[in-house]
Every structure is written in structure tokens, then in C-alpha cells.
């Protein structure tokens, strides 16, 4: 399905209905392509024991990214392997629906990009999704595309006001959807091999990334022109006097300060907001050194409201899991890393909260192309054996579920 095909269902104006339950969903892709998907059976609890194969498309196996819609309705982004295009797909809002998830919808790729290096999907300061990219050209750049905002028109309709029987006709402004559910692809200035991003304290999107000589750069969207590639703040180089970045992790605490952490071998810094919706934050902070390098970090929010990060250390198997977490208001008060777990080296770490706040970490060993999570017991504590979410797996995403559905 084209984005001109598209029925704009979801963008009827803003839901705040509560959630019906939460969930963990975790999609995957597996090594021939299927896109497949997880829920836990029950808020807090368990995995499904089998995946479910969300759509006969097949899709690259080195990229998925995961959301939830304006209304909080599961949101997929993959590369689709036929036509090399961007297939954004989500849950169905009709619970009647024959399916769970609509047709996935193909949202092309900009002119001139033959692939991707790494793709993002966040929401953002209208709560609506957005989408960056960066090419896999020579040149790197960087590209975003949005769904739109509702427009507004004004309408003549017929009320019988309080205390009286007759009738009147008053103009009124009727929020509708928009007439193009997507915006067009606009290319960014700059050029970035990653990305990473996170929301600020007022939903406008912070983000980063590292180019092809290993240095970090932030952007800010603005206040005025939010949805305008001009509009942004401007790329910020934040290495600060550091080289080598390989990773960056951003998350937003509780006293509403984003805060960056990266990797640089066996290092770990942080940076964080100097005020709430500042653009300027902290210089680099050593945060933790390690006996081995760093081969992946996770960050989330924690059940005291703080941030809670880990890092996979070492390669090999049976390679040692760091965490560590705000234990204040205080961004400079954190516990010290200890070990929670142990997996192999080389997996890739993701964090996701349950609806009791408690964490659970997730890993994808690309070695035995497998997943497995590890379930929070208290702040403190973690569970002492990884439980599998099975195979054969390339990649994978996490989001919340939030919505009923009739599985």
C-alpha cells in the first residue's frame, strides 16, 4: 500500500482514553526475512511461547525500529528486501479488523539514496511519528520524513442551545485529517552513519549522531519552525575533546534532564541538560571504566524515576552484564556499576519497562542468532537465569502495547 492509497484512520485528533493493560512487544526479523512479533501474555508477565508472522512481505535483516502511534497503538519500521523501500506498519484501530495490523505501508526512500545505514523512528512534538534516515551514499546525509498535523475548517451545523427549542446554525473550526498523512522527505544538513534520539521535556526531538569518523553531533528541533529541516537548532559537534565514539544512548530522567551517555572503547561517559529544554549541556563526564571494551549500552527509565543503564562488556561467552542507576535528583548520584548478568559478547542490549515500572533487559546474540530477557526483581535485583525468546533471529525491536487486541 502507497502512502496515496492510505486511509488517514489514525489521525482523527488526539486520543487520551487510559490504556487498557501494558505490555512488552517485541519484534523481530528473522535471517530469511520474516517479520515476526511477541507480546507477553499478561501485563508483568510472560512471553508468548511461539512468534507470529505479522505480514508475508520480507524485509532487510539489519534494521527495525519500534513506536507506539499518537493514540499508542503498536508501529513498526522496516526496510522492505523486494524494493529497498521504507514499510512503516501498525496496529489495526479497529479491534473488528480481520487483522491486527494494517497493510504495511510503503513510504519510498528519497531520491538518490540507494540504502540506508541506520533508520529512526520517534514521536514527536505533535506526538505524531517521525522517521530519519541516513544514506548508505558516499555522502551520509540524513533525511526525515513526518506525519502530518490535522487541519482545521470551519463548518455551519445546526444546535438548539440550553433553555430554548429552536434551532440555530453557528460556524464552528472542525479539526480534520490532513489531505497528505505523510510529509514529504526533506534532507537534513549534515552527514551521520548512526543515529539515536530521545524527546525533550516539552516533546520537541533531540537528536544525535556519529559520522564516519567516529564524531558525535546534536540538534535541537526548534520551538518556532518545528517542522522544517531550516527550523532546526543547527548540528552541534559535542566531542568535547574525545574521539572514537561508537555509541550514543539518550534518556530523559525524572526531573525531566536528557542525558547522553557513549561509548568509547572501555570507557563510558555522560553529559546532561544544564536545565530543563536547555541546548546546552555538561561537558563530558567519565562515568565508568571497564577491564574490557564496551560492546553494547542500554538505557531506560528505572522504577525510582531515575535512569538506569547497562553495558555488555568483554567478547566470547559468559561476558559480564554492568548496571548502573540514579539514586537522586542529582544527576551525579549513581550507584556503581556492578554485574547483574552474564551473556554472550557481542549481543546487543535493549531495555523495556513492564507496567509495574520494573525493568526487563533483553539480548539478540548474533552468534547463535537467538534472544533471550532477563526480568527485574526489585531495583536491585535481577533474575538468575535468562529465559529464551527463540530463533533464528537478526534483529529486533521493542515497544510498549498498550491497546487491546482480540489475540
Known amino acids: 500500500m502507497s502512502v496515496e492509497e492510505a486511509v488517514p484512520e489514525e489521525f482523527e485528533g488526539n486520543v487520551t482514553a487510559d490504556p487498557v493493560y501494558f505490555r512488552i512487544f517485541f519484534a523481530a526479523v528473522t535471517p530469511d526475512g520474516a517479520l515476526e512479533y511477541k507480546d507477553q501474555t499478561s501485563e508483568n508477565g510472560a512471553f508468548s511461547t511461539s512468534f507470529t508472522q505479522l505480514t508475508n512481505s520480507s524485509f532487510a535483516t539489519d534494521r527495525l525500529n519500534a513506536s507506539v502511534t499518537q493514540e499508542g497503538y503498536v508501529a513498526l519500521l522496516a526496510e522492505d528486501n523486494a524494493s529497498g523501500n521504507l514499510a512503516y506498519i501498525r496496529e489495526n484501530r479497529d479491534e473488528n479488523a480481520p487483522q491486527r495490523f494494517a497493510d504495511p505501508l510503503d513510504l519510498g526512500k528519497p531520491a538518490g539514496v540507494p540504502g540506508f545505514n541506520d533508520t529512526l523512528l520517534i514521536n514527536g512534538v505533535t506526538g505524531r511519528q517521525n522517521i530519519f534516515v541516513t544514506s548508505s551514499a558516499p555522502d551520509n546525509a540524513i533525511w526525515w520524513r513526518f506525519q502530518n498535523n490535522n487541519t482545521v475548517q470551519m463548518e455551519t451545523i445546526t444546535v438548539v442551545p440550553p433553555g430554548t427549542t429552536t434551532p440555530i446554525e453557528v460556524t464552528v473550526p472542525v479539526e480534520i485529517p490532513p489531505s497528505?498523512?505523510?510529509?514529504?522527505?526533506?534532507?537534513?544538513?549534515?552527514?551521520?552513519?548512526?543515529?539515536?534520539?530521545?524527546?525533550?521535556?516539552?516533546?520537541?526531538?533531540?537528536?544525535?549522531?556519529?559520522?564516519?569518523?567516529?564524531?558525535?553531533?546534536?540538534?535541537?528541533?526548534?520551538?518556532?519552525?518545528?517542522?522544517?529541516?531550516?527550523?532546526?537548532?543547527?548540528?552541534?559537534?559535542?566531542s568535547g575533546g574525545l574521539t572514537g565514539f561508537e555509541?550514543?544512548?539518550?534518556?530523559?530522567?525524572?526531573?525531566?534532564?536528557?542525558?547522553?551517555?557513549?561509548?568509547?572503547?572501555?570507557?563510558?561517559?555522560?553529559?546532561?541538560?544544564?536545565?530543563?529544554?536547555?541546548?546546552?549541556?555538561?561537558?563530558?563526564?567519565?562515568?565508568?571504566?571497564?577491564?574490557?571494551?564496551?560492546?553494547?549500552?542500554?538505557?531506560?527509565?528505572?522504577?525510582?524515576?531515575?535512569?538506569?543503564l547497562v553495558a555488555l562488556t568483554g567478547s566470547g561467552s559468559d561476558?559480564?552484564?554492568?548496571?548502573?542507576?540514579?539514586?537522586?535528583?542529582?544527576?551525579?548520584?549513581?550507584?556503581?556499576?556492578?554485574?547483574?548478568?552474564?551473556?554472550?559478547?557481542?549481543?546487543?542490549?535493549?531495555?523495556?519497562?513492564?507496567?509495574?515500572?520494573?525493568?526487563?533487559?533483553?539480548?539478540?546474540?548474533?552468534?547463535?542468532?537467538?534472544?533471550?530477557?532477563?526480568?527485574?526483581?526489585?531495583?536491585?535485583?535481577?533474575?538468575?537465569?535468562?529465559?529464551?525468546?527463540?530463533?533464528?533471529?537478526?534483529?529486533?525491536?521493542?515497544?510498549?502495547?498498550?491497546?487491546?487486541?482480540?489475540?
Open 180 to 238: 497528505q498523512p505523510w510529509a514529504d522527505w526533506q534532507q537534513m544538513a549534515g552527514a551521520l552513519r548512526s543515529l539515536a534520539a530521545t524527546q525533550n521535556a516539552d516533546g520537541r526531538i533531540i537528536l544525535t549522531g556519529i559520522n564516519s569518523d567516529g564524531v558525535p553531533y546534536l540538534n535541537f528541533q526548534s520551538t518556532d519552525r518545528p517542522l522544517l529541516p531550516e527550523g532546526w537548532e543547527g548540528w552541534q559537534d559535542i
Open 247 to 308: 555509541q550514543l544512548v539518550l534518556c530523559i530522567d525524572s526531573n525531566a534532564l536528557v542525558h547522553i551517555f557513549a561509548r568509547i572503547g572501555k570507557n563510558i561517559y555522560m553529559k546532561a541538560q544544564d536545565e530543563v529544554s536547555s541546548l546546552d549541556f555538561s561537558d563530558w563526564a567519565l562515568f565508568a571504566t571497564f577491564g574490557a571494551p564496551v560492546g553494547s549500552m542500554a538505557a531506560s527509565n528505572s522504577s525510582n524515576g531515575g535512569i538506569y
Open 319 to 407: 561476558c559480564p552484564v554492568y548496571a548502573s542507576y540514579q539514586t537522586s535528583s542529582l544527576e551525579t548520584s549513581w550507584t556503581a556499576p556492578r554485574v547483574i548478568a552474564h551473556v554472550d559478547g557481542g549481543s546487543t542490549l535493549k531495555l523495556q519497562p513492564n507496567a509495574n515500572t520494573l525493568l526487563s533487559l533483553f539480548a539478540l546474540n548474533p552468534a547463535s542468532s537467538t534472544a533471550s530477557y532477563l526480568p527485574q526483581i526489585s531495583l536491585d535485583h535481577w533474575s538468575a537465569t535468562w529465559t529464551s525468546l527463540g530463533g533464528p533471529l537478526s534483529v529486533s525491536a521493542l515497544t510498549r502495547d498498550v491497546t487491546p487486541n482480540t489475540e
